[in-house]
């Protein structure tokens, strides 16, 4: 059963930055794509970024919200089923629970929309506050 894990998030001042970390476990895929989500209290999950991991690659096709182009950068290292998210000027409207999952169609990024991703993480706080 694959299990997704995140972790880094925490307090951070608007126009900081933060790092986030996606780590997979039960992946036996070699070709796949993870999405980073956020929720925001009485908000729908958003989608943020996705990433698409090939084997026979080094490079990565990424795709980005409208909301977060510019100012995030989504990274991943294939070998260890682990996918990141550099979050640079942060912004009062960022502040959310961040999930990662995969995408069902398996190794390309679909629309960000969370009906075509499964096995959500948990996920992790992030609060911009000054």
């Known amino acids: 059963q694959v299990q997704f894990v995140e972790s880094g998030g925490g307090l951070v001042q608007p126009g900081g930055s933060l790092r986030l970390s996606c780590a997979a476990s039960?992946?036996?895929?070699?070709?796949?794509?993870i999405g980073w989500f956020r929720q925001a209290p009485g908000k729908e999950r958003e989608g943020v970024a996705c990433?698409?991991?090939?084997?026979?690659?080094?490079?990565?096709?990424?795709y980005y919200g409208d909301s977060v182009a510019g100012r995030f950068t989504i990274s991943g290292d294939n070998a260890k089923y682990t996918a990141f998210l550099q979050m640079n000027s942060l912004k009062p409207e960022d502040p959310a629970v961040y999930y990662c999952?995969?995408?069902?169609?398996?190794?390309?990024?679909?629309?960000?929309?969370?009906?075509?991703?499964?096995?959500w993480g948990q996920g992790t706080q992030v609060t911009v506050s000054s």
């Open positions: 999952a995969t995408a069902v169609w398996g190794s390309t990024c679909p629309p960000l929309t969370t009906h075509y991703f499964a096995a």
């Open positions: 039960g992946f036996t895929l070699k070709d796949y794509a």
């Open positions: 990433i698409e991991m090939r084997d026979d690659s080094s490079t990565h096709s990424t």
